[in-house]
């Protein structure tokens, strides 16, 4: 991979219900539907800004963790708070330079929205 360059990757989450999961993904974080496979679906590409979230029907769940670096991140917190998202970890700035908090969508998948932050706003 050296000479290569990555131009994205996209997280896979596995949930347990389609329906839910993309209710969630496109009512309270704004995504919209991209791409649908099989019927009934078991696979659903999920796009926002040009970049994507794919998910997975499963019937057994093991949750994942995806890390978004977001622009305007406290804005983007505010206004998860007021659609009834379950925020798991609250806004802070963090020692590595990221200011950041977490979500989790109905199925347990962990969603850390995170922000670089300049030397003078960490003092």
Not at 25 to 51: A, H, M, N, V
Request: aromatic fraction near 10%.
């Amino acid at each position: 991979m050296e000479n290569q360059s990555i131009e994205e990757i996209i997280p896979i989450n596995v949930v347990t219900n389609i329906e839910r999961a993309v209710a969630f993904y496109t009512e309270k974080l704004g995504f919209s539907i991209s791409f649908k496979w099989r019927e009934p679906i078991d696979y659903i590409i999920l796009e926002c800004q040009d970049r994507h979230i794919h998910l997975t029907l499963k019937k057994e769940k093991k949750p994942s963790i995806v890390y978004i670096i977001f622009n305007e991140v406290v804005k983007l917190y505010e206004k998860l708070k007021t659609k009834d998202v379950t925020i798991t970890s609250e806004l802070e700035t963090l020692p590595w330079g990221m200011i950041e908090f977490e979500i989790t969508d109905p199925d347990g998948n962990q969603l850390i929205f995170g922000e670089p932050v300049n030397h003078e706003k960490n003092e």
